[in-house]
């Protein structure tokens, strides 16, 4: 396949993930528009990416529940397909607004989908969460795993996965993945992009960086006590290079009529322990994280990691990277933009 034939909708593309997804899709050749409204990224983003690829692109600062700037844009533009990153992703948010979870995430993909389905466009990946396995019963998730997400979020994230399933099925014209991401890591080689949370980080890794630059006191650990290795945490980390290779992937399959599973778990199929997690960026970073145990965090689980065989088998991909190299460019990005994006 052509890449260049190729023009593809990125929501959510000023995001972690999908600032990631969209430089590779720019050096694969595609033609890409990204649209995101900012409510948890940052303008600066679009310079890095350019900066970075020295390719141009449309960037649409606009809001994916917005139907009449939809319509606009499927009119201006010929898409082959959309990667839908746009959607709320904190956890202990969605459980004290969930009216704006349910709106964000469930009404504006439905109104994409509509707005996709006007214009003909009807390829689709979706970014889904190993969240919506929720406690599993045995450690290892495969795709058929049983679902029961614990939060509002997870439940939103299940809630799009049926629509698109009962879509799928009741009209065979969609080709729509749904990408189960474990937990991404780590920022692009070059430290011009990565993760840079709002406030209080909300999860690991980002939590640790800001220990390490000096911006937070000690990481707090949410449980030693679990019935695992060491009785922290275990989850399976993934490179946000790797998840971002997993996207292009897809969508090739996707565009090229490859038959697939709708639902895929993205993982490495390893997991780490949270103190192997200090110890692996302690090393990357030459930086002492000092830590405090406090008691679990409601809703976690002890352990939990991706089966890949699906992907591994019939993607054309494989994860590349480790937890070292995870940490070595969460460190750069960390020091080299001690601010994240706010220059
Ligand atoms: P992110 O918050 O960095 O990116 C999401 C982007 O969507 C942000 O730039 C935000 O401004 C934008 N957005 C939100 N609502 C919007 C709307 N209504 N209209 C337009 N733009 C909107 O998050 P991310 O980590 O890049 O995650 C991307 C997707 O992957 C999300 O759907 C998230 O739920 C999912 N996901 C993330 C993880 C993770 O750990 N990062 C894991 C599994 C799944
Ligand atoms: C990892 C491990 C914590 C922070 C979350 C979402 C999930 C998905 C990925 C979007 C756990 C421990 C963490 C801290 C700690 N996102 N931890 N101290 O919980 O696996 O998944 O992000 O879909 O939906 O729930 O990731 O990074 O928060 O936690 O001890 O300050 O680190 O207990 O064992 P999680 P995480």
Redesign the pocket.
Known sequence: MNPSNYKILV??G?????SHTSVKLLQEGFSIVL???????SINVLNRIKELTNINFDFIE????DKRLLRRIFKEHKFDAVIH?????AVKESEEKPLNYFE?NIS?SIVLLNEMDRANVNCLVF?????VYGEPSETKCSEDSQLCPKNIYGQT?LIIEEILTSLKKIQPKWKIVNLR?F??IGAHPSGLIGEDPNGEPN?LMPYISQVAIGKRDKLFIFGDDYNTTDGSGKRDYIHIQDLADGHIATLKKLLQGSPLKININLGTGKSYSVFEVINAFEKASSKTIPFEIISRREGDVGEIYADITYANDNLDWSPKFDINDMCKDAWRWQSKNPNGYNE
Do not use: E, M, V
């Open positions: 929501t959510g000023t995001g972690y993930i999908g649209i995101d409204n900012l409510s948890n990224s606009g809001d994916i529940r990153f746009a959607g709320l992703k964000n504006g970014s889904s969460s190993a969240t994230k991401y937990n991404p999860n």
